[in-house]
């Protein structure tokens, strides 16, 4: 699986904290952005030597690329790799660039999933979270990639708002998934200094627990299930990359803040365009040793994971999915003080002990245990997995 970082939004919505820098009256350095990322991808080729079932275009704001761009990127990622086998093709996208024509080209690319930024119908809302689009242009942009031939469309919306959500005039037919995050105000953005100021005044937690259970609910009466702490699906539509990020298989991330894992180690490019630009085109300072078991490179660092970091991050991972963490995948000499600690879980229904579901010639053992977030532990995930950690 292939993920590419788009660092450039048009602007800065006041929550972000993501690496993504601003698009100032119009200039930047798309170009050079490009060079530098198929440069990255020529270096790194023989990382993913096997099939690519996913490619997902992040960011930052990926529908910023003009379709020539974008169609150099995807030129360059079939010589590169093989796409034979391609399951799954996303791109983000924010509503006002979804133009018909835009839609179009995206077909033509390959792109067979769009994940598009409504977040949220109401604009007072929107003009609030400094987003460029209104509520009509998102039920717009919906419609036109309908009719453009996506059947495979997500929505991101976030709740934790001044104003709850209102979905009288959305068109769940149109959508196959969708994710809702909770308002996080991130020390540095505009709105940590708005709500310091007492100029936004957002939802108590309690608001926004009650928020997370309305919308729940919501999303399950519209016929999507919950798999994940934010994501929601129709059955069948669950995202495949995202879903293999949870599965902790090994992934190649390209472009400046881009994170790659190769099932031992994980290596982050630096959040940094310029430099990224700059070691990336600038042939003299490139070596034939970039790849991930190289020493580290001036764009990017690496690590190794010890074994007590991989198990925390796999509790961390599988606790916000409703599949859950099986026994089986700790290894046994941490087993019987894991299961000590998550008795209290058990005991106030943030976790379900599922029945065994392999092996039944031999009775019951750790092993085929099953711990399941109920959605009030989904909603406590991260912190009941940190209280775990080995
Ligand atoms: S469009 Fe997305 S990445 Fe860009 S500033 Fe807004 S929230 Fe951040």
């Not at 990127?73 to 509503?95: G, K, M, Q, Y």
């Not at 959500?165 to 149109?174: A, I, T």
């Not at 190769?262 to 630009?277: A, E, F, S, T, V």
């Not at 943030?350 to 039944?360: G, V, Y």
Request: hydrophobic share 35%; with cysteine.
């Amino acid at each position: 699986m292939i993920y590419l970082h788009v660092p450039f939004c048009h602007r800065k919505c006041t929550y972000c904290a993501f690496y993504s820098k601003p698009v100032v009256g119009g200039q930047w350095p798309v170009d050079s952005y490009v060079d530098a990322l198929l440069a990255e991808m020529e270096l790194r080729s023989g990382e993913q030597p096997h099939p690519i079932r996913t490619v997902y275009f992040g960011g930052g704001t990926p529908s910023i690329l003009p379709l020539k761009e974008l169609g150099r990127i995807v030129e360059a990622l079939h010589r590169c790799f093989d796409l034979s086998r391609i399951e799954e093709f996303t791109l983000e996208a924010n509503p006002e660039d979804l133009t018909p024509d835009y839609l179009s080209g995206l077909i033509a690319l390959g792109v067979n999933r769009l994940s598009i930024g409504i977040q949220s119908l109401d604009d007072e809302m929107l003009r609030l979270l400094n987003r460029r689009h209104t509520a009509r242009q998102a039920l717009d942009a919906l419609e036109n990639a309908r009719r453009a031939g996506f059947h495979n469309i997500s929505v991101d919306f976030i709740y934790g708002l001044p104003a709850d959500f209102q979905f009288s005039v959305f068109n769940f037919q149109l959508i196959t998934h969708l994710s809702a995050y909770a308002l996080t105000v991130e020390p540095g953005t505009a709105l940590d200094v708005q709500v310091r100021q007492g100029r936004v005044a957002l939802p108590d937690d309690e608001e926004v627990v009650r928020q997370y259970h309305a919308l729940r609910q919501q999303f399950e009466e519209a016929g999507f299930r919950q798999y994940e702490v934010s994501n929601y699906a129709r059955p069948g539509f669950e995202s495949k990359h995202n879903s293999r990020y949870w599965d902790r298989t090994p992934y190649l991330g390209l472009g400046p803040g881009a994170h790659s894992f190769d099932g031992r180690r994980r290596r982050w490019n630096l959040p940094d365009n310029q430099l990224y630009i700059s070691t990336l085109t600038s042939k003299t300072s490139l070596s034939s040793s970039t790849s991930l078991s190289s020493p580290p490179s001036p764009y990017f660092e690496e690590e190794t994971l010890t074994s007590a970091d991989a198990i925390n991050e796999l509790l961390l991972t599988s606790l916000r999915t409703v599949h859950g963490l099986s026994l089986s995948a700790i290894p046994q000499e941490y087993r019987d003080a894991l299961l000590e600690k998550i008795q209290p879980y058990l005991a106030c229904g943030w976790l379900t002990q599922a029945p065994k579901t392999q092996n039944s010639e031999i009775g019951i053992q750790h092993s085929e245990l099953f711990f399941r977030p109920t959605p009030e532990g989904l909603l406590h995930a991260d912190g009941m997995a940190a209280a775990l950690f080995v």
